[in-house]
C-alpha cells in the first residue's frame, strides 16, 4: 500500500467525474494501490464506478456532482465536512460536439459552454474543495497537452484547446494566490487516450496512460507548487 498521508489509515482520493473514461480508470488504479476513493459521478444512473464500489464497499464511495452546477459543488462540501483527503482530483471535462470546428465556427452558446465546463467548473471544484486536503496533500486537474500554448504548432481542435490553455492559467493564478501553500499542484497531460471523448484513433489505451498518470501524482505529494507534467512526470511546456 502507498504511505499514508493524512489519517494513519489508508490514504484517500476525492475524484470528481469518476464515471467512465480516464475517471474511471483512476478510482480503479488507486483502489488497486490501497487508497481509499470518493469518486463523484453525475445523475441518477449506474455507472461503472458502482461496479467498482460493489467490489470494494469499504473502499470506494459515491457521491452526486454535476460540476456546472455550484450549488451541488457546495452541498458536495457540506457533506464532507470534517473528512479529509490526500489528494482532490478533478477529472471532468468534455468536448465540442464538432471537436473540428474552429474559433471562427463555433456558436457563442457552444463556445460558453465549453468554457465553464473545462475552464471555470474545474477552477470551483478546487475553489469549494481545497479546505479538504491538508498541508501533506495535493490538489489535481486532468488538462491535456493541447493546454500547452508554446505546443500549439498545428492547430488543431481549436476550441477544445483553448479551454485547456484557459485552466491551466486559471490554476497558475490559483497557485499565484496561495504562494506560501505547501501543498502539491499538478496539471496533468494523460496523453491521447481511447475514450469516448479521444475517440477510437487516439494512440494509447486506457491502461497505457492511467497507471503512469496515477504514479505522477502519487510521486508529486510532499512537493509544494504547481507542475504541468504529462504521464512521464516530464514538464510540459506552458
Ligand atoms: N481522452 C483523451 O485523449 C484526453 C486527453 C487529454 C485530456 N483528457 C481529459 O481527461 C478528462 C477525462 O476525459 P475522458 O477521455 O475520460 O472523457 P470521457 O470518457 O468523455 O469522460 C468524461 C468524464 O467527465 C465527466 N463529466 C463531464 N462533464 C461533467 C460535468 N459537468 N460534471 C461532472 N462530470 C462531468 C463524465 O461524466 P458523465 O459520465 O456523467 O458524462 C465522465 O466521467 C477530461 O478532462 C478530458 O478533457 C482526455
Redesign the pocket.
Known sequence: MTTDIVNNTRPAILLV???????LAMASEFVKKGWSVVG????GAR?RLHDLADQHPDRVEIHL????EPDQIAALRDRLAGRQFDMLFN?????NKNQGETIAEVSTEEFIHLMV??AL?PMRVIETLQDLVPASGLLGI?S??QGSVSNNNNGGHEVYRGTKAALNQYMRSFTARHADDPRAMVLI?????R????GPD?PLGVDESIPKVVDVLIAQLGKPGLRYLDREGKTVPW
Open positions: 467525474g469518476a464515471s467512465r473514461g480516464l475517471g463523484t459521478v453525475r445523475g455507472t456532482l454535476d460540476i456546472t477529472n471532468a471535462g468534455t468536448a465546463a473545462n467548473s486532468m491535456s497537452g497531460a494523460p496523453g491521447w487516450v475514450t469516448d471523448l479521444g487516439a
